[in-house]
């Protein structure tokens, strides 16, 4: 599902339940010793689907160990990023030779739960939803938000290892094209030659899920796109 918004350069591997052949690491294995089930399906799976990829170009697979902020931590040479939700789990691998950053979100299509909304976006995106949600009311944008907000998070960590708000970036949809832009209310850092100030990313809605992305090229392969 998520390979079709995604640029060649990055490979993606998804599935829909937590396949039997699914195992870990050793030293992945003593950090999730402890969890409930749901969350070693999830981190075990999401590994799973990363290791996958990483074979599909060509790299050895490896242990995929979480970083301060609970960030997956890639083997030398990878990009990456996982994500997971009820039904899904995601993992998009590509080379640093290729891509610069990449960043993944999938979230359950249904409304968010009480008071997210307001916790997560600022005014002017609420009023961008209320626009959206009568023009194009087949789709449950709150959470949509929610997503493409977490995508973006993902793909500015790993540039900066700063935190993001929620409140940092605003998210504005393009329903002709279900692409988004976010525009950073913070200063990002340099990179290929000019201040990041923002991101575009792709969605899609289908399977009873919504998925994000956000990728950015290393310059040559962006000019050749």
């Known amino acids: 599902m998520i390979e079709t918004i995604l640029p060649g350069a990055v490979t993606a591997v998804d599935t829909f339940a937590d396949p039997p052949q699914a195992t870990l690491f050793p030293e992945e294995e003593s950090l999730i010793s402890a969890a409930v089930h749901k969350r070693r399906a999830e981190f075990t799976t999401g590994r799973w689907c990363a290791r996958q990829a990483m074979r599909r170009i060509g790299h050895r697979p490896s242990a995929i160990l979480p970083g301060p902020r609970g960030e997956p931590r890639w083997p ?51 009023d961008h939803l209320a626009a959206l949600r009568r023009d194009h009311p087949g789709v449950h944008w709150d959470r949509l938000l929610f997503s493409a907000k977490e995508s973006v998070y993902k793909a500015w960590y790993p ?19 279900a692409t988004f832009t976010a525009r950073l209310d913070v200063t990002g850092p340099r990179l290929h030659g000019a201040d990041l100030t923002g991101f575009t990313g792709r969605w899609v ?20 796109a």
Not at 81 to 105: K, L, N
Not at 118 to 125: F, K, L, T
Not at 208 to 218: F, M, P, Q, R, S
Request: net charge negative; glycine share 8%.
């Open 159 to 177: 540039l900066t290892a700063r935190w993001l708000d929620f409140e940092d970036a605003r998210v504005t949809f393009y329903p002709a094209t």
């Open 205 to 224: 809605v289908g399977n009873g899920l919504l998925v994000t992305a956000i990728t950015i090229l290393e310059p040559a392969l962006a000019t050749a």
């Open 76 to 126: 030398d040479g990878l990009v990456g990023s996982i994500t997971h939700c009820p039904g899904y789990r995601a993992a998009v691998v590509a080379p640093t030779a290729r891509v610069t950053t990449v960043g993944i979100d999938a979230e359950v299509h249904e409304p968010t739960p009480p008071g997210v909304l307001e916790a997560v976006s600022q005014a002017e995106e609420r």
